[in-house]
């Protein structure tokens, strides 16, 4: 029997005791005492209060291995939290659980504030996933704790011992057209095969946005191929980068990231019909990776990728309540993720990043730290 859990409760106030509560509540729920390690997130409510929330956790949990960040939101597959006050936590109790030393080919969760995820950093100790903790602004930094302990340097990496894990990221894109080669200066694109950049992107876009007065580029990017374009899009060999401007005098557009003649590139637009399908399409890959049903998962999302983004409801955390009833499952959104991508690990945004973990058959505690 897993002894794993999760609990969700949002206050008024951000009260350390709203951490010891939470940490109760799901120590009770996986019908132990004493929790061998503890993933607690908290609302950036807490950025204050961090240090007195984690101590009141660990004496709930009656456990030193209390990890976790603060972030805008929070959630479990209770519910979300985005607008007040909120902490939630996710207890092992059994054989698997956060590992104060992982092992060398374990994939790292990593938790960062947006300067501490410098490049040296993601390429270092194999493949990791996470999310980057920033205030309600999605640009200033979160506090980070490991182990008990707040994260000095704005970071922490650990990694789920006694369990096998099935990670990815979820793009939630709306493919417009097949790559093409560009002509560009710099970070403006010219032209996209034979035809002016901007009247390339018009032809793909929805007719009632070509209408549009001014083009509505927070939902617009480009996806710069790598290697060879054939099944380039379906084996997940670009990379996103976000549309800024467009010159209707040149006809040209403006990327955020400078270009090379003879890169190919298409266009792609946030959708949330097209999120919600990826997402469906990711449960179901990862399951088939763990070869099974699991046990509990992790969620990292964007602050503009969650409820916002759906109309109200967060349609990711459906789809995987809907594909597994009754798991155990915990995240947050926030201003980015850290995800196992092509070419390494990266920094994603407008993405929603998921970990699925099934326990060994022979729950020993190995590597848990406790």
């Not at 006694?162 to 032209?191: H, Q």
Request: glycine share 12%.
């Amino acid at each position: 029997m897993s002894r794993i859990a999760t609990a969700l409760a949002s206050a008024d106030k951000a009260d350390p005791e709203l951490a010891a509560d939470v940490v109760r509540t799901a120590l009770d729920r996986a019908g132990v005492g004493i929790a061998r390690s503890v993933l607690l997130l908290l609302s950036s409510d807490f950025v204050h209060q961090a240090h007195a929330a984690v101590l009141a956790a660990s004496r709930a949990a009656h456990c030193l291995q209390v990890t976790g960040c603060t972030a805008p939101g929070v959630f479990t597959e209770e519910d979300w939290v985005l607008d007040r006050p909120a902490a939630c936590a996710m207890v092992f109790g059994g054989g698997s659980g956060l590992a104060a030393h992982p092992e060398a080919d374990a994939p790292l969760l990593s938790l960062a504030a947006p300067n501490a995820a410098g490049r040296s950093w993601l390429e270092s100790g194999g493949q990791r996933y996470g999310l980057l903790s920033t205030d309600n602004s999605a640009h200033g930094a979160g506090r980070i704790w490991c182990h008990g302990k707040l994260a000095a340097d704005g970071r922490c990496e650990t990694a789920v011992a006694g369990a096998r894990a099935a990670i990815g990221v979820s793009r939630g894109m709306r493919i417009l057209g097949e790559p093409r080669p560009v002509t560009c200066n710099g970070r403006d694109v010219l032209k996209m095969g034979e035809h002016s950049a901007l009247n390339a992107l018009l032809r793909e876009l929805p007719l009632d946005m070509r209408e549009m007065e001014k083009l509505p580029f927070h939902l617009l990017a480009a996806g710069i191929v790598k290697g060879r374009p054939d099944r380039a899009i379906e084996e997940g060999r670009f990379t996103l980068v976000p549309i800024i401007a467009a010159s209707h005098e040149e006809r040209s557009v403006t990327l955020t990231l400078p270009l090379d003649d003879g890169d190919r590139i298409f266009w792609a637009m946030r959708q949330g019909l097209a999120a919600e399908n990826d997402m469906r399409r990711l449960a179901g890959e990862l399951s088939g990776k763990l070869g099974g049903e699991p046990d509990f998962g992790l969620l990292f999302s964007c602050l503009g990728r969650g409820p916002w983004f759906f109309g109200g409801e967060d349609r990711d955390l459906a789809v995987v309540k809907e594909r597994f009833p009754g798991l155990p499952l915990i995240g947050a959104y926030g201003g980015g993720q850290i995800a196992p991508l092509f070419s390494g690990n990266e920094q994603v945004h407008n993405a929603a990043v998921l970990a699925l973990f099934a326990e060994n058959a022979t729950e020993t505690g190995a590597g848990t730290g406790v």
